[in-house]
T-cell receptor, first 114, second 112 residues
Framework: EAQVTQNPRYLITVTGKKLTVTCSQN?????MSWYRQDPGLGLRQIYY???????DKGDVPEGYKVSRKEKRNFPLILESPSPNQTSLYFC?????????????FGDGTRLSIL | EDQVTQSPEALRLQEGESSSLNCSYT??????LFWYRQDPGKGPEFLFT???AGEEKEKERLKATLTKKESFLHITAPKPEDSATYLC?????????????FGQGTILTVHP
């Protein structure tokens, strides 16, 4: 089954404790991306990657890091999480780097930073 | 900078009562306009892609249309299972290449 898998689905942690949210896709897609979703603000793009070792900032990259060492994986790293990063996070992938094909989304990771 | 505005923020319909959701956009060189459906606790699920003004696509009770400034998602004779948040997003070219900009969504509730 074609899917985007995120882990963990839920995480409660404390300020400053480094964490990584993993994302993996099994569709051999070139493009992967991370979004956060907040009430009233909608989905906002954090980082995206058009290929292995190629990453670019989205609209809200501050406080986040990403890496793309393999085509299928695109982890999101919060090196020193803060309460304002409490949010619902989605990973997505697409067969088209130009995004003229739709993105497929994971089921989300709900992060709470205390 | 690409911008997407969806209206209304929330829409309550009776079962069978047809209506439309609006997505107004500004983008540098439209590569695609996307409609997604999102159920509570789930990731967005792809519905349609529209590429150029005048294009229309249909799926069951949903029909999406596109002009140079806006897109409409028409819902004909909705059922309670159509209740969800509907998201619109645009992908542009130039400095927007590779970025996807979403609207805030319309929360649709269909009452039996």
């Amino acid at each position: 089954e074609a899917q985007v898998t995120q882990n963990p689905r839920y995480l409660i942690t404390v300020t400053g404790k480094k964490l990584t949210v993993t994302c993996s896709q099994n569709m051999n897609h070139e493009y992967m991306s991370w979004y956060r979703q907040d009430p009233g603000l909608g989905l906002r793009q954090i980082y995206y990657s058009m290929n292995v070792e190629v990453t670019d900032k989205g609209d809200v990259p501050e406080g986040y890091k990403v890496s793309r060492k393999e085509k299928r994986n695109f982890p999101l790293i919060l090196e020193s999480p803060s309460p304002n990063q409490t949010s619902l996070y989605f990973c997505a992938s697409s067969s088209s780097v130009g995004l003229d094909q739709p993105q497929h989304f994971g089921d989300g990771t709900r992060l709470s930073i205390l | 900078e690409d911008q997407v505005t969806q209206s209304p923020e929330a829409l309550r319909l009776q079962e069978g009562e047809s209506s439309s959701l609006n997505c107004s956009y500004t983008v540098s060189g439209l590569r695609g306009l996307f409609w997604y459906r999102q159920d509570p606790g789930k990731g967005p699920e792809f519905l349609f892609t529209l590429y150029s003004a005048g294009e229309e696509k249909e799926k069951e009770r949903l029909k999406a249309t596109l002009t140079k400034k806006e897109s409409f998602l028409h819902i004909t004779a909705p059922k309670p299972e159509d209740s969800a948040t509907y998201l619109c997003a645009v992908a542009g070219s130039g400095t927007s290449y590779g970025k996807l900009t979403f609207g805030q969504g319309t929360i649709l509730t269909v009452h039996p």
